[in-house]
Each structure stands twice: as C-alpha cells, then as structure tokens.
C-alpha cells in the first residue's frame, strides 16, 4: 500500500480505526473534545504513520438508515480534510443525537471547529 498524494481525496481500509482495541487505547489514552453534533477523541500516532479514522454510532441516534447516514457524514467530513492534519492521529469520532437532524454543512463545521479547537488543524491562509 502507499499514500495517496493531496489530489486523491480516498479513506481505505488502512485509514480507518477498525480492532475494538483500538478505539478502547484512543478513548482511554487519548484526549477528548466535545463540538456540536460530534465527539472527537484523539491521540497522536508516530512520525510517518497515516491518519486514522473510527466512527461510533449508538442506536440513540435513531434506526439504521439514521445511522448509517450520521456514519457517511462523518467519514466525508474527515476525508475531505484528512490531508489539514498537522500530525499523524488515530480519529476516534461519537455521533451524538443531535447528529440525526444536522446537514452536512453543519457536521463539517463541527468537525473542523473540533479539530482547529484541538490543534490539529493546520492554520489556512485566508
């Protein structure tokens, strides 16, 4: 596997959080902020690795289809900015329930507040 450059905006297998270990090391170890729609818990991974990303959605949220939606949100939202990150984290992202009446416009601004708010954000020029 390699990394794709900035231009190839893709999340693969190896860019997400997915051994239950995992998300259990990033909520235990790593530290936590609370933004709007989302949670976002994060802890910095070696010089060289890629970022990550897990996303959980409990059955507050509402049904499947709710769920699956709040998911895909929060994935684009991440995909999309994954090449602003200033270092290497594994992302582990909460939808709350509020998630379920929000748009996409308003999970990215939650998710990139949540971001700039943690330091992780590289600092934009406009």
Known sequence: MHDDPPGHLRLG?????TRNRD???VRAQGQRLVV???IANWQALPAGAG????????????????????RRLLRESFRQHQYELVKPVD???????SIASCDFARVEKDFLTSLKRAGLLKATTS
């Open 91 to 97: 992302l582990v992202l909460v939808a709350r329930p």
């Open 23 to 25: 998300f259990m090391r």
């Open 13 to 17: 297998r190896s860019q997400r959080v």
């Open 51 to 70: 970022p990550r990303l897990g996303v959980v959605t409990s059955k507050k949220i509402g049904n499947a289809v709710a769920r699956s939606r709040a």
């Open 36 to 38: 709007g729609c989302l």
